[in-house]
């Protein structure tokens, strides 16, 4: 069991061995609205305790888990859902009173066996919309359900050697940097096809949603993405690691783009230069990209435009019952 694993089995039985787990100058960063948090006493009281007030009897089931050494820190990119059953409110979205789940994405460090930093992204919008509170556009693709990978080998994945990592790492690289060509006209000046498996499933946050297939992925993701932000670059990776067929990089933030035209999320252009806080995980399948879990913290980016979700959500909660504002 790895020592992120190890350190939820012991937060969630509130056990004295978390801090066997943690350095004494740990720093977590969580996506909003809790964001920065300056040590672990503070991550426990902003987000922790909420989590586990709001859903009875928590787990933590993780579907993806791969980790890397880099410059002497162990990496650990995790993917997954908490659940429970939501039976006090979070952050002040409404609880169900049934089961739910609120999906998450880590990339954590460690060295010496204890965690020294730690960057999580919790799907707030899921959740809203698990609710029906929802205050966005209702995702291009699919909503809901968030699946493993189809080979059911996330966890610690298997390898025979640490080349075939490097083979899965060099294809994502290649594929980002074809992303890159772009010609800022047609989405097919992109050659996906070389790099994705005709039936990749793109797993895109709520509000985004997910995509199967390449012309789904343009349609419903990138088209509304690349033309609402046209100077977007991706220039900073805290972290970019592979095991086996998986490879995941991120970073706080890990792009820049001005948002100078609408239609992504069905907002309007608000003119802001913005930071991303993204997260991907991969799964290779021979030469191509089969599946990809995608990550990105959307209610700091609406914060950024001037739009504040969660009061957005309280707005339609009390004044609609809770139906989708986009109905």
């Known amino acids: 069991m790895s020592v992120v694993e190890q350190f939820y089995k012991a937060v969630i039985i509130n056990s004295?061995?978390?801090?066997?787990?943690?350095?004494?100058?740990?720093?977590?960063?969580?996506?909003?609205?809790?964001?920065?948090?300056?040590?672990?006493?503070?991550w426990i009281q902003a987000c922790w305790l909420p989590l586990t007030k709001a859903f009875e009897g928590i787990e933590r089931r993780t579907f993806i888990s791969l980790s890397e050494v880099e410059n002497d820190v162990k990496w650990t990119f995790s993917t997954g859902v908490?659940?429970?059953?939501?039976?006090?409110?979070?952050?002040?979205?409404?609880?169900?009173g049934k089961a739910a789940y609120l999906r998450f994405t880590e990339m954590v460090a460690e060295r010496d066996g204890k965690i020294i930093e730690g960057?999580?992204?919790?799907?707030?919008?899921?959740?809203?919309?698990?609710?029906?509170?929802?205050?966005?556009?209702?995702?291009?693709?699919?909503?809901?359900?968030?699946?493993?990978?189809?080979?059911?080998?996330?966890?610690?994945?298997?390898?025979d050697s640490?080349?075939?990592?490097?083979?899965?790492?060099?294809?994502?690289?290649d594929m980002l940097n074809e992303l890159g060509r772009f010609d800022g006209e047609s989405l097919s000046s992109m050659k996906l096809e070389n790099y994705w498996d005709p039936n990749f499933i793109w797993y895109g946050p709520a509000g985004i949603g997910t995509t199967r297939g390449i012309e789904d992925f343009r349609q419903q993701h990138q088209g509304p993405f690349v033309f609402s932000f046209p100077d977007r670059i991706v220039d900073h990776h805290t972290a970019f690691i592979a095991q086996g067929n998986y490879a995941a990089t991120g970073g706080w933030p890990h792009m820049h783009g001005t948002h100078s035209c609408g239609g992504w999320l069905g907002l309007?252009?608000?003119?802001?230069?913005?930071?991303?806080?993204?997260?991907?995980?991969w799964r290779r399948e021979g030469n191509l990209l089969k599946e990809n879990w995608v990550a990105i913290d959307l209610v700091h980016m609406c914060e950024q435009m001037g739009l504040d979700v969660f009061a957005m959500?309280?707005?339609?909660?009390?004044?609609?019952?809770g139906a989708n504002c986009g109905d």
């Not at 959500?313 to 019952?321: I, R, Y």
């Open 16 to 42: 004295t061995e978390v801090n066997d787990f943690v350095d004494k100058n740990t720093k977590w960063h969580v996506s909003a609205p809790v964001n920065e948090v300056s040590s672990m006493d503070d």
């Open 82 to 96: 908490f659940v429970g059953n939501f039976n006090s409110p979070l952050f002040g979205i409404p609880h169900t």
């Open 119 to 159: 960057y999580t992204i919790l799907d707030m919008l899921d959740l809203m919309e698990q609710a029906g509170v929802n205050p966005l556009r209702k995702s291009l693709g699919k909503s809901g359900t968030i699946l493993p990978p189809s080979t059911l080998d996330g966890v610690n994945p298997p390898f």
């Open 162 to 173: 640490k080349e075939q990592g490097q083979i899965t790492k060099q294809l994502v690289i």
């Open 268 to 281: 309007p252009p608000s003119g802001k230069y913005l930071e991303l806080r993204v997260m991907d995980i």
């Open 313 to 321: 959500m309280h707005t339609l909660s009390n004044g609609n019952n």
